[in-house]
């Protein structure tokens, strides 16, 4: 039997080129997402890849989704943490609203998500957890407290959780991508996306395919936990 993957945001954008990457390479997937039920159905049909709904920042609400996902396809071996929002504004103007959901969300879904899968895997002795952070988690980014805290919570509990389970046969490991061609980017006003974009020493933005082969990187390496892969054009180098 294929080991089974989640992919959480699964059905769209750099989740949607990861779901059917891990597809492709022959995993059990089951793509999660927490609203867009046409765009998820469309996805199912044309992928053939299983959907699951519900909100990555609600603990019981992850607790049963993933028992349930792991009566019907089996246990979760392999945990992509992609799931993300943005609330972009600057600070002085933000609610708290904003700042609370974008954390919840972006940070707060790591632990409801892991939290779920990490005793299976530490009694399978054997995992997989690759999360998504971000260049503006690195860098910080103009408008983007929220975000930028709480993708850069990502990067320590990437390491954290790493140190916790590597003597357990799993990895755990980040990647952080730059500006990618996906709808949350597109939804950056024009004129602020151009001047972004002339920052990118490739040129353009990235393929989420280009972040979906380094997941599949992740999955195949014993060796490498605690690490952060910048998949981000050059425009941040550290
Ligand atoms: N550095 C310095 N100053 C900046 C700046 C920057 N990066 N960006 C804007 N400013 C300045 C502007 O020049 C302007 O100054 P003046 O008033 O002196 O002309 C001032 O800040 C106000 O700028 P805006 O008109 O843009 O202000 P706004 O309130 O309408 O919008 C904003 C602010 C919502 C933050 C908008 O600038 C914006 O959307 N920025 C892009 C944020 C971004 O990159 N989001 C990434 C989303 S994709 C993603 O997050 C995926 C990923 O992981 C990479």
Same mark, same amino acid.
């Given at each position: 039997? %294929?080991?089974?993957?989640?992919?959480?945001?699964?059905?769209?954008?750099?989740?949607? /080129?990861?779901?059917?990457?891990?597809?492709?390479?022959?995993?059990? !997937?089951?793509?999660?997402?927490? &609203? +867009?039920?046409?765009?998820?159905?469309? @996805?199912?049909?044309?992928? $053939?890849?299983?959907?699951?709904? @519900?909100?990555?920042?609600?603990?019981?609400?992850?607790?049963?989704?993933?028992?349930?996902?792991?009566?019907?396809?089996?246990?979760?071996?392999?945990?992509?943490?992609?799931? &993300?929002?943005?609330?972009?504004? #600057?600070?002085?103007?933000?609610?708290?609203?904003?700042?609370?959901? !974008? !954390?919840?969300?972006?940070?707060?879904?790591? @632990? +409801?998500?892991?939290?779920?899968?990490?005793? &299976?895997?530490?009694?399978?002795?054997?995992?997989?957890?690759?999360?998504?952070?971000?260049?503006?988690?690195?860098? $910080?980014?103009?408008?983007?407290?929220?975000?930028?805290?709480?993708? %850069? $919570?990502?990067? &320590? @509990?990437?390491? /954290?959780?790493?140190?916790?389970?590597?003597?357990?046969?799993?990895?755990?490991?980040?990647?952080?991508?730059?500006?990618?061609? #996906?709808?949350?980017?597109?939804?950056?006003?024009? *004129?602020?996306?151009?001047?972004?974009?002339?920052?990118?020493? !490739?040129?353009?933005?990235?393929?989420? %395919?280009?972040? *979906?082969?380094?997941?599949?990187?992740?999955? +195949? +390496?014993?060796?490498? #936990?605690?690490?952060?892969? %910048?998949?981000?054009? $050059?425009?941040?180098?550290?």
């Amino acid at each position: 039997m %294929s080991k089974v993957a989640l992919v959480t945001g699964g059905t769209r954008g750099i989740g949607a /080129a990861i779901s059917t990457a891990l597809r492709d390479a022959g995993y059990t !997937v089951a793509a999660n997402y927490a &609203g +867009n039920d046409e765009k998820a159905n469309a @996805f199912k049909a044309e992928t $053939g890849i299983a959907v699951s709904k @519900f909100d990555v920042s609600d603990f019981d609400a992850v607790s049963a989704a993933i028992q349930q996902i792991e009566v019907d396809l089996g246990p979760v071996e392999i945990l992509i943490n992609n799931a &993300g929002i943005t609330r972009d504004g #600057t600070m002085h103007k933000m609610s708290a609203e904003q700042w609370q959901q !974008v !954390v919840d969300t972006n940070l707060g879904s790591c @632990f +409801n998500c892991s939290r779920a899968v990490i005793e &299976g895997m530490r009694s399978r002795k054997w995992g997989r957890i690759v999360n998504i952070g971000s260049i503006n988690g690195q860098a $910080g980014q103009y408008g983007q407290v929220n975000y930028a805290a709480a993708k %850069s $919570g990502i990067h &320590g @509990f990437t390491k /954290a959780l790493a140190q916790e389970n590597a003597k357990l046969g799993i990895t755990v490991n980040a990647i952080a991508p730059g500006y990618i061609d #996906t709808d949350m980017v597109r939804a950056v006003p024009e *004129a602020v996306l151009e001047k972004i974009i002339a920052t990118i020493p !490739v040129g353009r933005l990235g393929a989420a %395919s280009e972040i *979906a082969d380094s997941v599949l990187f992740l999955v +195949n +390496n014993a060796f490498a #936990t605690g690490t952060t892969l %910048s998949i981000n054009g $050059g425009q941040h180098m550290y």
